[in-house]
Protein backbone atom coordinates (compact mmCIF):
# COMPACT_ATOMS: atom_id res chain seq x y z
CA UNK A 1 0.00 0.00 0.00
CA UNK A 2 1.36 3.30 -0.66
CA UNK A 3 2.58 5.87 2.03
CA UNK A 4 -0.14 8.67 0.80
CA UNK A 5 -3.52 5.90 1.32
CA UNK A 6 -1.89 4.97 4.27
CA UNK A 7 -1.78 8.20 5.38
CA UNK A 8 -5.54 8.96 4.53
CA UNK A 9 -6.68 6.01 6.11
CA UNK A 10 -5.27 7.10 9.23
CA UNK A 11 -6.90 10.43 9.37
CA UNK A 12 -10.01 8.42 7.96
CA UNK A 13 -9.70 6.79 11.49
CA UNK A 14 -8.53 9.53 13.30
CA UNK A 15 -12.46 11.31 12.09
CA UNK A 16 -13.99 7.93 12.93
CA UNK A 17 -12.81 7.90 16.82
CA UNK A 18 -13.99 11.82 16.94
CA UNK A 19 -17.54 10.76 16.18
CA UNK A 20 -17.07 7.33 17.82
CA UNK A 21 -16.13 9.11 21.06
CA UNK A 22 -18.72 12.38 20.67
CA UNK A 23 -21.67 10.30 20.34
CA UNK A 24 -20.46 7.53 23.36
CA UNK A 25 -19.65 10.50 25.54
CA UNK A 26 -23.08 11.94 24.79
CA UNK A 27 -25.44 8.84 24.93
CA UNK A 28 -25.47 9.29 28.59
CA UNK A 29 -27.94 12.48 27.64
CA UNK A 30 -30.42 9.49 26.78
CA UNK A 31 -30.08 7.60 29.93
CA UNK A 32 -27.07 4.95 28.11
CA UNK A 33 -23.63 4.03 29.52
CA UNK A 34 -20.32 4.58 27.30
CA UNK A 35 -20.54 1.36 25.97
CA UNK A 36 -23.97 1.20 25.17
CA UNK A 37 -22.51 4.75 23.22
CA UNK A 38 -19.89 3.04 21.71
CA UNK A 39 -22.17 0.12 19.73
CA UNK A 40 -24.48 2.31 18.56
CA UNK A 41 -21.35 4.94 17.31
CA UNK A 42 -19.98 1.75 15.72
CA UNK A 43 -23.32 0.79 13.88
CA UNK A 44 -24.02 3.85 12.58
CA UNK A 45 -20.60 5.32 11.70
CA UNK A 46 -19.85 1.65 9.38
CA UNK A 47 -23.01 1.64 7.70
CA UNK A 48 -23.04 -2.18 7.23
CA UNK A 49 -25.04 -4.23 9.21
CA UNK A 50 -22.57 -5.82 11.70
CA UNK A 51 -22.92 -9.34 13.84
CA UNK A 52 -22.41 -9.74 17.49
CA UNK A 53 -18.61 -11.11 16.90
CA UNK A 54 -18.16 -7.87 14.66
CA UNK A 55 -18.91 -5.77 17.19
CA UNK A 56 -16.77 -7.50 19.72
CA UNK A 57 -13.56 -7.72 17.66
CA UNK A 58 -13.98 -4.03 17.31
CA UNK A 59 -14.97 -2.57 20.45
CA UNK A 60 -13.14 -5.47 22.75
CA UNK A 61 -16.24 -5.87 24.95
CA UNK A 62 -16.95 -9.09 26.42
CA UNK A 63 -20.11 -11.09 25.04
CA UNK A 64 -22.19 -10.83 27.63
CA UNK A 65 -22.18 -7.40 27.69
CA UNK A 66 -22.12 -6.75 23.46
CA UNK A 67 -25.49 -8.83 23.81
CA UNK A 68 -26.98 -6.24 26.85
CA UNK A 69 -26.34 -3.61 24.83
CA UNK A 70 -27.39 -4.82 21.62
CA UNK A 71 -30.59 -5.96 23.55
CA UNK A 72 -31.51 -2.36 25.08
CA UNK A 73 -30.50 -0.63 21.70
CA UNK A 74 -33.17 -3.20 19.95
CA UNK A 75 -35.77 -2.50 22.65
CA UNK A 76 -35.27 1.17 22.47
CA UNK A 77 -35.39 0.57 18.48
CA UNK A 78 -31.96 2.84 17.94
CA UNK A 79 -30.55 -0.15 16.57
CA UNK A 80 -32.81 -2.67 13.82
CA UNK A 81 -31.90 -6.98 13.21
CA UNK A 82 -31.82 -6.73 9.58
CA UNK A 83 -31.49 -10.10 7.48
CA UNK A 84 -29.21 -10.78 4.97
CA UNK A 85 -29.30 -13.74 2.43
CA UNK A 86 -26.66 -17.00 3.22
CA UNK A 87 -25.89 -14.74 6.45
CA UNK A 88 -26.56 -17.41 9.85
CA UNK A 89 -25.59 -14.93 12.08
CA UNK A 90 -27.66 -12.20 13.54
CA UNK A 91 -26.96 -8.82 12.13
CA UNK A 92 -27.75 -5.57 13.26
CA UNK A 93 -27.62 -1.74 12.26
CA UNK A 94 -28.39 1.71 13.42
CA UNK A 95 -30.99 3.68 13.57
CA UNK A 96 -29.42 6.54 11.56
CA UNK A 97 -32.13 9.27 11.03
CA UNK A 98 -32.06 11.42 14.12
CA UNK A 99 -35.42 12.36 14.28
CA UNK A 100 -36.96 8.94 14.88
CA UNK A 101 -33.84 8.32 17.09
CA UNK A 102 -34.86 11.48 19.12
CA UNK A 103 -38.63 10.39 19.01
CA UNK A 104 -37.76 6.62 20.38
CA UNK A 105 -35.54 7.77 23.13
CA UNK A 106 -37.68 10.91 24.44
CA UNK A 107 -41.87 9.81 23.70
CA UNK A 108 -40.42 6.68 25.59
CA UNK A 109 -39.25 8.41 28.83
CA UNK A 110 -42.06 11.34 28.19
CA UNK A 111 -44.48 8.68 28.06
CA UNK A 112 -43.06 6.86 31.30
CA UNK A 113 -42.91 10.20 32.67
CA UNK A 114 -46.77 10.88 32.23
CA UNK A 115 -47.91 7.64 33.50
CA UNK A 116 -45.93 6.90 36.64
CA UNK A 117 -46.59 10.70 38.30
CA UNK A 118 -50.28 10.40 37.13
CA UNK A 119 -51.14 7.13 38.80
CA UNK A 120 -49.30 8.90 41.68
CA UNK A 121 -51.48 11.75 41.59
CA UNK A 122 -54.71 9.38 41.02
CA UNK A 123 -53.71 7.86 44.19
CA UNK A 124 -52.75 10.65 46.10
CA UNK A 125 -55.44 13.10 45.71
CA UNK A 126 -58.33 11.04 47.10
CA UNK A 127 -56.55 10.66 49.96
CA UNK A 128 -55.29 13.90 50.44
CA UNK A 129 -58.83 15.44 49.61
CA UNK A 130 -60.10 12.96 52.14
CA UNK A 131 -57.87 14.19 55.32
CA UNK A 132 -58.97 17.78 54.15
CA UNK A 133 -62.42 16.58 54.42
CA UNK A 134 -62.38 14.80 57.42
CA UNK A 135 -63.09 16.67 60.72
CA UNK A 136 -60.69 14.58 62.94
CA UNK A 137 -57.76 15.08 60.97
CA UNK A 138 -55.26 18.24 63.26
CA UNK A 139 -55.66 21.66 61.75
CA UNK A 140 -51.66 21.21 60.93
CA UNK A 141 -52.21 18.15 58.97
CA UNK A 142 -55.35 19.03 57.20
CA UNK A 143 -52.59 22.38 56.47
CA UNK A 144 -49.89 20.01 55.32
CA UNK A 145 -52.19 18.00 52.98
CA UNK A 146 -54.01 21.07 51.45
CA UNK A 147 -50.63 22.15 50.26
CA UNK A 148 -49.36 19.21 48.81
CA UNK A 149 -53.17 18.85 47.03
CA UNK A 150 -52.62 22.35 45.63
CA UNK A 151 -48.44 21.34 44.91
CA UNK A 152 -49.69 18.28 43.19
CA UNK A 153 -53.04 19.49 40.93
CA UNK A 154 -50.44 22.59 39.61
CA UNK A 155 -48.46 19.53 37.78
CA UNK A 156 -51.12 18.84 36.20
CA UNK A 157 -50.80 21.46 33.04
CA UNK A 158 -47.02 19.97 32.89
CA UNK A 159 -48.36 16.01 32.40
CA UNK A 160 -51.11 17.68 29.52
CA UNK A 161 -48.34 19.49 28.42
CA UNK A 162 -46.11 16.60 27.84
CA UNK A 163 -48.61 14.20 26.75
CA UNK A 164 -49.54 17.23 23.65
CA UNK A 165 -45.79 16.94 22.96
CA UNK A 166 -45.84 13.01 22.46
CA UNK A 167 -48.63 13.19 19.99
CA UNK A 168 -47.79 16.05 18.14
CA UNK A 169 -44.22 14.00 17.91
CA UNK A 170 -45.85 11.18 16.69
CA UNK A 171 -48.45 12.33 14.28
CA UNK A 172 -45.50 14.29 12.96
CA UNK A 173 -46.86 17.57 13.76
CA UNK A 174 -44.17 19.10 15.92
CA UNK A 175 -41.99 18.76 13.39
CA UNK A 176 -43.84 19.83 10.49
CA UNK A 177 -44.70 23.05 12.81
CA UNK A 178 -40.92 23.21 13.22
CA UNK A 179 -39.96 22.78 9.71
CA UNK A 180 -42.30 25.03 8.23
CA UNK A 181 -41.53 27.91 10.44
CA UNK A 182 -38.02 28.19 9.03
CA UNK A 183 -39.37 28.06 5.62
CA UNK A 184 -41.25 31.27 6.47
Known amino acids: MDEKRKEKEAELQEGDRSIEDSIADTMDIYGYTRSVGRIYALLYLHGEPMTLDDLRDELG ?10 RRLMDDKLIHRVFRKGERK ?36 PQYEALIDDPDTPEDVR ?42
Open 90 to 125: DLYKAEEDYFKFFTSVFLRRWQREVSVNMEGIRQAQ
Open 61 to 70: MSKGSMSLGV
Open 143 to 184: EDAKRKLEKITGSLPYYDFLERIVAKTESGELFRMIFDEEKE
